[in-house]
């Protein structure tokens, strides 16, 4: 548990996000998943950690390269990162390689603590350290390895709960004109689209820029570029480097600038944000009711991390949503964690289906695109971000 730790939002009994189950066990992990402001730096965070063995495992199912708008958006950074360096990279969280791709196998390194997709990235060539991200793996690379130009992490530090240690691991790593390059999902974002479905077990923080510059302020690490990015429902690119190595551009000023204009640095603002997620949920459940009342069936779209915390928040279960469809190998023919709705392999939307939920509203332009046949059939979507509506 957080030693300083302002409660905000409680968002009741959850599973492991990632969880998909072979059966309806009734001995299914959960915690109670407790959102909240650390009051000296202001990061928005989880209040218990769950051990990261228990979620990031020999087989992890989430594949970044699952869609076509994921596999896009790492060559087109593998590429922007080339004006930095051509052969000195690491990459902290290489999932099953959708960014390791863009590189040549000599020019790139590797660390990811899921097995099933080392052994996968070491097998095409790329060398991959089976480890999670912390001190002592810096150590280990660095008997190795000589310190790295560019180091590149998507979605990977919101998920690491002991940041002074990660970030530590960082500033050992990182050349002395380095340049660390990581995304993850925005807190202004998740404010301004009332998307509390990105606050799960993997994530243990949210970050606003604000709270980053708090927190590597004390480690002589320095924000020098922050690049808005729409992937993840809306993230932050942001750039660091060692500290008074390089110029600090004005996004940096700017987007702190907005973050406390909306209130990032009160506790208001996320009070607000809290009354404004119990209201999603009244509307959520009275819609789906009202749906499956008037005979209408109602699937989801996508199994992801996001709607586990939404069906377990707000006790959706399979008497509203007859089934989840996926592309994930993975996940398909399993159940989702905690409140067991089947999951089938994605084909194309059956014309029985009335209603689909976006569980992966984050790729909203990518699926609306592929179902045409779908909408001109009548059928509907309904999501949640940024209010309860049908579209
Ligand atoms: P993502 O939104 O990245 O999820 P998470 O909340 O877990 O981080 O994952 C998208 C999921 O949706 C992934 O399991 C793949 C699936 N998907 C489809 O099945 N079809 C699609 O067209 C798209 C874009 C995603």
């Known amino acids: 548990m957080s030693t300083s730790f302002i409660e905000i939002l409680d968002l009741g009994l959850q599973p492991l996000s990632n969880n998909y189950l072979t059966n309806k066990t009734t001995n299914e992990f959960k915690y109670h998943l407790i959102a909240g402001i650390n009051p000296e730096t202001f990061l928005f965070t989880q209040k218990y950690e769950i051990d990261s063995s228990k979620m990031f495992n020999d087989n992890y199912s989430y594949r970044a390269s699952m869609s076509a708008t994921m596999r896009q958006h790492f060559s087109d950074i593998a590429i922007k990162i080339k004006d930095y360096t051509l052969n000195n990279v690491l990459e902290i969280g290489s999932n099953d390689g959708v960014f390791l791709k863009n590189w040549n196998t000599n020019s790139i390194v590797a660390v990811e603590p899921c097995k099933n997709f080392s052994d996968f990235t070491n097998s095409i060539g790329y060398k991959t350290y089976n480890e999670f991200w912390n001190t002592r793996t810096a150590e280990m690379l660095l008997e190795h390895h000589k310190k790295f130009e560019v180091i590149y992490s998507a979605n990977c530090f919101c998920h690491i709960y002991n940041l002074n240690d990660a970030f530590n691991a960082i500033k050992s790593c990182l050349s002395p004109n380095g340049v660390f390059i990581f995304e993850d999902p925005s807190l202004l974002q998740m404010l301004y689209n009332n998307s509390y479905d990105q606050i799960y077990d993997e994530h243990p923080h949210i970050f606003s820029i604000f709270a980053l510059q708090n927190i590597f302020k004390k480690l002589d690490l320095e924000i020098i570029n922050v690049e808005p990015i729409s992937v993840h429902g809306g993230s932050n690119r942001i750039y660091v480097s060692h500290k008074g190595c390089k110029p600090i551009q004005q996004t940096v000023f700017n987007t702190i600038l907005l973050e406390k204009l909306y209130g990032l640095n009160t506790i208001d603002a996320y009070r607000l944000f809290s009354d404004r997620v119990a209201a999603s949920k009244t509307q959520l459940t009275t819609l789906l009711s009202n749906c499956k009342d008037s005979g209408l ?57 009335n209603i689909a939920f976006l569980g992966a509203w984050n790729f909203i332009s990518e699926i609306m695109q592929k179902e045409k046949n779908y909408i001109n059939n009548n059928g509907r979507f309904i999501t949640h971000v940024p209010n309860i509506k049908i579209l």
């Open 297 to 353: 069936k109602i699937i989801s779209y996508g199994a992801t991390s996001k709607s586990a915390t939404i069906y377990n928040y707000c006790n959706i279960d399979n008497s509203i949503i007859n089934y989840i469809i996926d592309t994930t190998p993975e996940k398909i023919n399993k159940f989702s964690p905690g409140v067991h709705i089947p999951i089938k392999y994605y084909n194309e939307i059956d014309s029985s289906v």
